[in-house]
């Protein structure tokens, strides 16, 4: 029987932008964006990237899956996972989609529909054998989406929108703060309300601060920029999460270091970590 303190994350997929497999990122991992997150028996799973599909084979060894997936947005490299995630073509299976980027100009289920169709994609989503449901809220809201689990929510500052994530369960939290852009010199009010006193924020570090001014309007941010938040808001641990496709292991070992050496006990997410909070 799990216990509530059966409470993590799982990295499945920790890449930005486009999936880059190859020796080069074989430490850290090539797949898009893909948390497991463990509230005791329930299965919650934040962004749907190639990461899904492994993950989802992992699934298929219960008997039966019932899974609430949180979106932080519908661009290509968070959502392409999700026609090849296996529990959503098993009857016996209960899958939630959620979104709280999109309204009022659309639904999640209307731009999915839209991404799996011709001639983008051979079938659309009701093949799903599975009771698939989708489920739009408002970003700011607060969702309880099984017992004993409060998720918080912020928009971020990505084109078309995003949407930031706090879990909370057992008396601890994770936040899961990607695609955003932050402004220099000035930290974002509603991401250092979202993550205040958190346990872990896993934080959209495509970039280093000397990189950024060349990706200025892309949407991201850098490592540094989630340590001034992180110390801002009293968290006790930073995730650098969503390596830009350019940044192999190397760059990664050397991203590691300084921000183990600028904060200590920050960690760069790779494939497979696990980590409580």
Known sequence: MAEESDFYVRFWGVRGSIACPGPAHKRYGGNTSCLEVRCGEHVL????GTGLRPFGES??????VEADIFLTHTHHDHIIGLPFFKPNFNKRNRVRYWAGHLQPEHSLHDVLCQFMS??????????????????????????????GVRIRTAPLNHPNGATGYRVEYGGKSICYVTDTEHTEGQLDRN???LIEGADIMIYDCSYTDEEFPRFKTWG???WQEGMRLCNAASVRQLVI???????????MDLVAKEAEEARPGSVVAQEGMVLHP
């Open 191 to 193: 991401i250092l309300e």
């Open 241 to 251: 999460f969503h390596h830009d496709p350019a940044h192999d292991d190397n760059f």
């Open 45 to 48: 799973i934040f962004d749907a």
């Open 118 to 147: 011709a001639p983008l994609f051979p079938v659309p989503p009701k093949i799903f054998a599975a009771n698939v449901t989708f489920h739009d809220f408002y970003s700011g809201d607060i969702l309880e989406p099984r017992p």
């Open 220 to 222: 991201h941010s850098t």
């Open 59 to 64: 699934l298929c060894r219960m008997s039966e």
